[in-house]
């Protein structure tokens, strides 16, 4: 059975920095296509960034030269790496497999404040 769990999240002021995690169970992360998704308050879901089963990476424009995805191989774990974090980026943000937004976890809460 796919399962994510992503964690990390929380309150910070504007210019910090977050690493969210995502960890993988029932299958191999490193041959799937994974993208992170957000969805802040009252609005839809947005599209963040992208990894492909090469490792090619894509980001929406509002988070290009500031978040960084990554995968770890060997703990079967996805990674978003936040920087120079803006109110604008608080959102509920989960992981999921490319094609398959039934497999979203729970989510983690990001709050973006000062």
């Known amino acids: 059975e796919v399962q994510l769990v992503e964690s990390g999240g929380g309150l910070v002021q504007p210019g910090g920095s977050l690493r969210l995690s995502c960890a993988a169970s029932g299958f191999t992360l490193r041959w799937s296509s994974m993208k992170w998704v957000r969805q802040a308050p009252g609005k839809g879901l947005e599209w963040v960034s992208r990894?492909?089963?090469?490792?090619?990476?894509s980001y929406t424009d509002s988070v290009k030269g500031r978040f960084t995805i990554s995968r770890d191989n060997v703990k079967n774990t996805l990674y978003l790496q936040m920087n120079s974090l803006k109110p604008e980026d608080t959102a509920v943000y989960y992981c999921?497999?490319?094609?398959?937004?039934?497999?979203r976890g729970q989510g983690t809460q990001v709050t973006v404040s000062s």
């Open positions: 990894i492909s089963v090469a490792g090619a990476t």
């Open positions: 999921q497999l490319d094609g398959d937004p039934g497999s």
